[in-house]
């Protein structure tokens, strides 16, 4: 392969590699950069003979002449009552992991902005070009502020009741309800109760859409109570003890929150119930908390690994100047079934 003929001291430059390739600076820019209109067998020799000069790219110099910071954030604002404790931001760091690969082998850096009070302050002087939000709202102070911005959005899991939402990934939320309700239906449950949190995303909507759709289906009657998000396991120990203290003769739990279902799990061994014989407990989301609760808890794998690949992909696709998608479907839930809905034999 072709090597530098540029003295050691001198750093290795696009020109040098432009001729050491013969062909453009154009060329080895698109090339480098997976952009434009390239043949993929220069694309390749380009790239190959950039890593045998020992090519690496001024960034600052390359910042100023595009305009591009070259890397996206990940934000929630997901309360930490609700991602924090045990779970250690848990569902954020599961697609934090991932994001960050998938978007170097981008040649995109991944910056991680936890949901906590100053992290707007944080946002508004944040060089970025992109972003992943996590489940937004639908008036998400977050989605409003990067808009203003201009910065490229793309949601795991649609914007909350907006008509024209932001690009998102499908976590299917509606299939992810049913596999939690026909699994406690499958046990014998006859009087499920729906637990979650009052505030305005998408997959809230969802459940509670599909818990009333399936008690109509099944007639089974309708038992909701919601929970002020901030409140997280406090939260879900207050709405259940409410709750049972209403029906009393609730034999499941359907809490979509990891954090309220722990909460409740509390509150109904409080009540002097068991788990799963009295009551069974199932959530959503397969992370920490479901996993070392005691029973340990049911709960479903959205396969975030799979998730946070798609997102960096469309928003990579978004920030290239490619629009035409504006939505992925994420993979298909599955069940992890556990102690608290699966009596002994």
Request: aromatic content about 4%; some cysteine; charged content about 20%.
């Amino acid at each position: 392969m072709p090597r530098s003929s540029a003295p050691p001291s001198r750093r290795i430059t696009i020109r040098d590699v432009a001729k050491a390739a013969g062909v453009s600076l154009t060329t080895v820019s698109h090339a480098l950069n997976d952009r434009g209109v390239v043949d993929p067998l220069t694309r390749a020799k380009v790239k190959q003979i950039a890593a045998d000069m020992g090519y690496r790219p001024n960034v600052r110099a390359q910042r100023l002449r595009s305009g591009a910071a070259n890397s996206i954030a990940l934000v929630s604002s997901m309360p930490f009552a609700v991602s924090g404790g045990v779970s250690r931001l848990g569902f954020m760091m599961e697609v934090a992991g991932i994001a960050a690969e998938a978007a170097m082998r981008r040649g995109l850096a991944l910056v991680f902005v936890p949901p906590l009070e100053n992290a707007q302050a944080f946002l508004e002087g944040l060089d970025i070009d992109g972003a992943i939000l996590l489940e937004p709202m639908t008036d998400d102070p977050n989605v409003r502020l990067l808009q203003e911005r201009g910065v490229a959005l793309v949601s795991i899991g649609r914007q909350g009741g907006v008509a024209d939402s932001i690009p998102f990934i499908d976590l299917q939320s509606t299939a992810t309800a049913h596999l939690l309700l026909n699994h406690l239906w499958e046990q014998g449950r006859r009087r499920i109760a729906l637990v979650q949190s009052s505030a305005a995303r998408d997959s809230y909507a969802s459940h509670k859409k599909a818990y009333e759709n399936f008690a109509a289906a099944h007639a089974m009657p309708v038992r909701y109570m919601q929970v002020e998000e901030s409140l997280g396991e406090a939260g879900g120990f207050d709405a259940c003890t409410r709750l049972l203290a209403q029906y009393p003769d609730t034999d499941a739990l359907c809490v979509p929150v990891d954090a309220f279902a722990v909460g409740a799990l509390a509150a109904v061994q409080q009540a002097g119930l068991r788990v799963p014989q009295d009551v069974m407990i199932a959530t959503r989301y397969d992370g920490l908390r479901a996993r070392t609760a005691e029973p340990a808890l049911t709960a479903v794998d959205l396969h975030l690994e799979q998730v946070a690949t798609l997102a960096v992909e469309l928003l990579f696709e978004h920030l290239s100047g490619d629009k035409s998608r504006q939505s992925a479907l994420g993979p298909k839930p599955e069940l992890r079934a556990r102690a608290s809905t699966q009596l002994d034999d």
